[in-house]
């Protein structure tokens, strides 16, 4: 019976501090740490709130970057198309997605006040690799804005691969648009019409 | 220029139904859509006439309406509107099973109407009483009727063969449309009109700037906010999220996931 016990007490003493050690902050977890990181950055910062976008994308590349898998998400975005670019075309995809995003969701940044994040209770399996993450921003008036995340886990932590604004998948959205953008004009086409667009002055302001 | 962007230059330029018949060649480019929007080539037609009007008449009253009116004001509105839809989205939620939102929502209609001063005031959401909305056709989605093709209303906007129908029964329990007299309930829904357009003068820049098709952007966006309003936010996976892309497949891709851990043998539990 002590030997059991004893066994007991050692197999958890070694095993638990492994287990923590190997297993990457949960997802949930680091959504909330980088919604609150990332909230409080923009609202102590004039410059972002007027979206300016070398700030911007310093943000954006130190905080948000390393914990998204943006090959995935413009990959999926793409669809079936994505296998057919060449690995130069897929860099630059990448590239005009990104820039289309920022420049999108930079407009946003000025109404960051005194929102909150709630996040909503996980529904996963220890074991899952690929879960949906939701939370839900808190606005001073209003409805909450649902905001979600679809993780993956990878060799190095969890990584966003898409996201849901009031219920509105961003890979879904862009997939029929750029699937006829490249039926019409192959993946050139898509490209042309990815930088035509941000090359468009960016959306006034009020 | 690609076709896709021709269909929506001549789309600005010519009359609607005209671009009705021109559209229908170059709309199939678009066959990722074909499933869930056979009308595609009328839709798109009324999408323009629509966008139209919005640009003619809507939106420069819905922009002055917001420039002019301090946002306390325009609070006040939204409140009155919003109190008047609370019960409406009571009766559905009961419709749909859910009692507990049913009483909440109910609970809003009554202390907004009474110590919120017939609705200026959105006194249950501070209080706890969560703001929701549910109208007839998410409760035809609840029951299982699936939406059919989508469909652009002619100046009501993005809609589908079960919404649609569905806006006749809303407009039985819109209490707007219960005031007595004409005038005075004209001018309240015209005054709803420019406040729930206003509301989204905001949220258009944002298409505006990250849209390649905007008529494909809000198609997709609308179908999928539908879907996961039916669903109050918790849609069960969708059969068109299917992208056709495997990350397997993709030799560059980032590195596939650790194994799951397998579960611990019986011996742990």
């Not at chain 1, 059991?4 to 949960?26: G, K, N």
């Not at chain 2, 922009?63 to 409140?79: F, H, K, W």
């Not at chain 2, 929502?105 to 549910?134: C, M, Q, W, Y």
């Amino acid at each position: 019976m002590m030997k059991r016990l004893l066994s007991l007490c050692l197999w958890t003493m070694f095993s638990l501090p492994l287990a923590v050690a190997a297993s990457p902050e949960a997802p949930d977890r680091m959504i909330e740490r980088l919604s609150v990181e990332i909230l409080e950055k923009i609202k102590s910062d004039g410059a972002l709130q007027a979206g300016e976008s070398k700030k911007l994308n310093e943000l954006i590349d130190s905080t948000v970057m390393p914990h998204v898998d943006f090959r995935r998400m413009t990959a999926l975005a793409v669809g079936r198309n994505w296998r057919t670019a060449t690995p130069e075309q897929q860099k630059q995809l990448m590239a005009e997605f990104r820039t289309l995003l920022i420049r999108t969701y930079s407009g946003a940044l000025s109404s960051v006040g005194d929102q909150k994040v709630r996040m909503r209770p996980l529904r996963a399996n220890p074991q899952d690799t690929d879960v949906i993450v939701r939370s839900e921003v808190l606005q001073p008036r209003g409805e909450p804005v649902q905001l979600d995340y679809r993780m993956m886990k990878a060799s190095d932590g969890w990584k966003i691969y898409d996201v849901n604004v009031l219920g509105v998948w961003l890979v879904e959205t862009y997939r029929t648009q750029f699937a006829q953008e490249v039926s019409a004009g192959g993946i050139e086409g898509l490209l042309r019409s990815l930088s035509e667009k941000n090359r468009q002055p960016p959306q006034n302001r009020s | 220029m690609s076709r896709a962007a021709d269909c929506r230059a001549a789309a600005s330029r010519v009359a609607p139904l005209f671009v009705a018949l021109s559209l229908a060649g170059c709309a199939t480019a678009g066959g990722a859509s074909a499933g869930r929007d056979p009308l595609e080539p009328l839709n798109r037609a009324i999408f323009g006439f629509n966008d139209a009007v919005d640009r003619a008449v809507l939106k420069p009253v819905a922009q002055a309406y917001q420039d002019s009116l301090p946002v306390e004001a325009r609070e006040i509105v939204g409140n009155v509107f919003g109190n008047l839809a609370d019960l409406w989205t009571a009766a559905n939620q009961l419709l749909q099973g859910k009692p507990a939102e049913a009483a909440s929502d109910l609970s809003r209609f009554v202390l907004n109407s009474t110590l919120g001063f017939a609705g200026l005031a959105d006194i249950a959401t501070p209080a706890g009483f969560e703001k929701h909305r549910e109208d007839f056709g998410q409760t035809l989605g609840r029951w299982g009727i699936p939406t059919g093709p989508y469909l652009v209303l002619p100046l009501l906007g993005p809609s589908n063969f079960r919404d649609a129908p569905a806006r006749v029964v809303d407009a039985q329990g819109d209490l707007v449309l219960t005031i007595d007299s004409e005038g005075q309930r004209a001018g309240a829904a015209v005054l709803r009109v420019i406040d729930e357009r206003a509301g989204l003068l905001r949220g258009e820049r944002l298409v505006e700037g990250a849209a390649l098709d905007r008529y494909a952007f809000i198609r997709d966006g609308y179908l999928q906010r539908r879907r996961n309003q039916v669903y109050d936010g918790n849609p069960p996976p969708s059969p068109d999220d299917d992208s056709g892309y495997d990350p397997a497949d993709d030799p560059e891709g980032p590195a596939a996931p650790p194994p799951a851990p397998q579960p611990t043998p019986a011996g742990n539990r």
